[in-house]
């Protein structure tokens, strides 16, 4: 993957650790951690919104104990 198409957040220029975010092929969503940059999730953009909108939501604040 062209290392132009990542974007990442203004707010990660301080930090060593960010979320970059790029579009894959077939309208996928691709995502890797800076620190990691070989390993790389996909996802559609429905489903990465869903995960945005329930992490916003306090959805994965607690998870129950094992």
């Not at 940059?37 to 998870?63: Q, V, W, Y």
Request: hydrophobic share 35%; charged share 25%.
């Amino acid at each position: 993957m062209n290392p132009a198409s990542w974007r990442q957040s203004s707010y990660c220029q301080e930090s060593a650790s960010c979320v970059n975010v790029a579009e894959g092929e077939h309208n996928t969503i691709l995502l890797r951690e800076s620190e990691h940059p070989e390993a790389i999730l996909s996802t559609t953009r429905t489903r990465l919104r869903a995960f945005i909108l329930a992490a916003k939501a306090g959805r994965f604040d607690h998870f129950p104990e094992s």
